[in-house]
């Protein structure tokens, strides 16, 4: 029976791999420069992709299909203990670098807060190019650990966009 759901997850599996690598590439572009503008140029954004499987920059979709083939088969006696799949789509991640370093690792909470940001105005730059309408920015308490500076050029951005709604435990 599993076989029959490797199948599934196989078919799935290539085809969100191939449109998130892509989706994240761009969105990474555009959060670089959005951070740039609110962090300063000193800083680097960048935003990679960790899908579960090793794709090792497959693009073929063969070569995908045998890689996800081979994490599941290599993975199914533990995922069989484990009772889930441990490979595949629902276990990817991403990784935020600044500077290219892990941003989980070596980022002060507002240099984590700040990208963050830069990825969610990104999210809606981009959204806005491939969908024709500018998407609601809801941003809930975002000037929390953020110096002044940062602040003002956020809310400067912000700005730009049509609805906007945020919350904060700031005044004035």
């Not at 420069?33 to 979709?61: F, K, M």
């Not at 105005?121 to 940062?150: C, F, M, N, T, W």
Request: charged content about 25%; proline content about 2%; glycine content about 6%.
């Amino acid at each position: 029976e599993l076989d029959f759901w490797d199948d599934e997850i196989v078919e799935s599996g290539k085809t969100l791999t191939t449109k998130r690598a892509e989706t994240i590439q761009n969105l990474s572009k555009i959060s670089a420069l959005v951070h740039a503008e609110l962090a300063g140029n000193n800083q680097y954004l960048a935003i990679d992709y960790l899908p579960s499987i090793d794709i090792r920059g497959e693009t073929s979709q063969d070569g995908l299909d045998k890689s996800f083939r081979n994490s599941l088969e290599l993975n199914r006696s533990s995922d069989v203990s484990h009772g889930f799949t441990t490979r595949g789509p629902h276990r990817d991640d991403l990784q935020m670098l600044l500077n290219n370093m892990n941003t989980k690792m070596f980022a002060s909470r507002g240099q984590c807060r700040t990208a963050v940001l830069a990825m969610k105005l990104a999210e809606a730059q981009y959204l806005k190019r491939h969908r024709g309408e500018e998407p609601i920015l809801l941003l809930d308490d975002v000037l929390s650990e953020l110096d002044p500076q940062r602040r003002t050029l956020l809310l400067n951005k912000v700005r730009e966009y049509q609805q906007c709604f945020i919350t904060t435990a700031e005044t004035g």
